[in-house]
């Protein structure tokens, strides 16, 4: 089969690899679109190397059909359209994962709209709903509120109740932003969202964080929560290193750990697979959550892709078909 495959050098190629075999307990899926994460970007320098068992190419996320189910496997038929959460080797023509980390296709989806989703709705739904454990009506700070995720968290907390305050990098993406449900909202450039954050909550400030930005943001965050509340981290765009206030945690009681969905185990993604099925997937049914897509691309043209996430060009999520 093809996939995408790289060099020494780091260069990208449309080339031949063997086509993986689903073993007990896996399908194969004959991949139609796949799409970016800045994980991709990260993993081609060599920063962030696949957990050990999982393919080396490329890719976290597809949808397309099952080409074949491995033994043991219940639940799911070759032919039905789907789409998948990878530990890896989506930017292929075939890719094999668990059975538990398969999602039927919303009705009404093309493949494309089907691989913007489910990476970008387990994460926030994930960090958000269950580790943060946003309650009705709390609110919510999202950071990159236009990337894939922070779009992914604004319809879900528009959905579920929780209004929610994003950061942003222009004013095109904040508007867009307040149009798809966000309550309110600065530029980055600011610098000051924590005055924004408060303005916006009369005070009291927010109950859960979303945050990909780390070390440049942990200061403004811990003092953007709210008593008891919750700081998420699922990046590090901002830093790694950064000394925290011990006294503000300790006084409002603050929860702030740390979150990545790759590494787990297939247990708790089988779970969290399931939780979505349940309480994210009948939402784009009714048409209360969306696939929000910056652009299309041929998988060939994968650096075009890279391109547009490492310069901050996209709103959602930018797709690759196959
Ligand atoms: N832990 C997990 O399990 C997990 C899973 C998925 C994604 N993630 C992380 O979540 C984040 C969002 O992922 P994504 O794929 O949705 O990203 P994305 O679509 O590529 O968007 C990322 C956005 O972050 C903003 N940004 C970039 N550098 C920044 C900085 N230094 N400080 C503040 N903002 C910055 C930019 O938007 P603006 O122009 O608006 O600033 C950029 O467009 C990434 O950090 C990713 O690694 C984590």
Redesign the pocket.
Known sequence: MKAIVQDAQQNLSWGDVPTPLPKAGEVAISVKATA????DL?QRKGLYPPPLGASEIMG?ECAGTISAVGPGVTGWQVGESVCALLTGGGYAETVVCPAGHVLPLPSGYSFAQGAAIV??Y??AW??IFLEGAAKLGERVLI??????????AIQLCKALGNPCFV????QP?LDFCLKLGASAGCL?QDNHFEERVRDWSQGAGVDVILD??GA??LDANLRSLNTDGRLV???????RTASIDLGRMLIKRLKVW?????SRDNQSKTALIRSLREQVWPRFEKGELRSII?AEYPIQEVERAFAD?AS???????VLTV
Request: charged content about 15%.
């Open positions: 970016v994460n800045r994980a990260m976290l990476e970008v387990a994460t994930l960090n950071h990159a509120g236009a990337s894939g995720v922070g779009t992914a950061t942003v990098g222009s993406k980055r990909c930005v440049d943001y981290l699922i990046g590090i765009m901002g830093g740390g979150s990545t969905l790759r910056h996430i901050n060009a996209n709103i959602g999520k930018i």
